[in-house]
């Protein structure tokens, strides 16, 4: 069965840092393009970053330039996303979500068909 | 506010059919493919269109998709109860970033 699990969120106070993980299985991870997507609860889905199958293309949404970084373990099928400098603004569920074509060179959005359940991270004082 | 428009809320009666628009730019509808995504509360979101009308296996015909200059459109025809969800356009901008639509929930009367 192909799957995407994500690891525990948590709870962390602003200014400070946070990675999640995401297990792939049931698939060749290491050939496709993986996403981090998030979402506020009750509110729309914001892209947070893609990564090509072999990291060389990584991509981030302004909101997330230069605290957060994406990188994945093509040997423990396994996607990354090191939050750092955290903000009241990015408590959310955060999604992993695999691109629906592989990929072994360059990427290329082609739709997310692929996603895992979400974990919550809220950041609070 | 989303670069992609989409209209907060839809609505139709059972058996019609119903469109979701969704509203970019040269640098991202206009020059890129377009996704559909739906989402049920609770969920994670399931890919409905991919390629502005391409349906993956498993999603019904009553789903269609089209694309025309910086403009796509959803349709939903044979509206069943089930459809009720949250709707989502999304594409590729030419500023190395994905797009998603603001979502339109889509109400079954």
């Known amino acids: 069965e192909v799957q995407l699990v994500e690891s525990r969120g948590g709870v962390v106070k602003p200014g400070g840092s946070l990675t999640l993980s995401c297990a792939a299985s049931?698939?060749?991870?290491?050939?496709?393009?993986m996403n981090w997507v998030r979402q506020v609860p009750g509110k729309g889905l914001e892209w947070v970053s893609s990564?090509?199958?072999?990291?060389?293309?990584?991509y981030y949404a302004d909101s997330v330039k230069g605290r957060f970084t994406v990188s994945r373990d093509n040997a423990k099928n396994s996607l990354y996303l090191q939050m750092n400098s955290l903000r009241a603004e990015d408590t959310a569920i955060y999604y992993c979500?695999?691109?629906?074509?592989?990929?072994?060179?360059?990427?290329?959005?082609?739709?997310?068909?692929?996603w895992g359940q979400g974990t919550t991270v809220t950041v609070s004082s | 506010q989303s670069v992609l428009t989409q209209p907060s809320s839809a609505s139709g009666t059972p058996g019609q059919r119903v469109t979701i628009s969704c509203s970019g730019s040269?640098?991202?509808?206009?020059?890129?493919?377009v996704y559909w995504y739906r989402q049920f509360p609770g969920t994670a979101p399931r890919l409905l269109i991919y390629?502005?009308?391409q349906r993956p296996s498993g999603v019904p015909d009553r789903f269609s998709g089209s694309k025309s200059g910086t403009s796509a459109s959803l349709a939903i025809s044979g509206l069943r109860s089930e459809d009720e969800a949250d709707y989502y356009c999304s594409t590729w901008d030419d500023s190395l970033t994905v797009l998603f639509g603001g979502g339109t929930k889509l109400t079954v009367l």
């Open positions: 049931g698939f060749s991870f290491s050939t496709y393009a």
């Open positions: 979500a695999r691109d629906q074509f592989a990929m072994t060179a360059g990427y290329y959005y082609s739709g997310l068909d692929v």
């Open positions: 390629r502005n009308n």
């Open positions: 040269t640098s991202n509808i206009g020059g890129n493919y």
């Open positions: 990564i090509s199958s072999s990291s060389t293309y990584i």
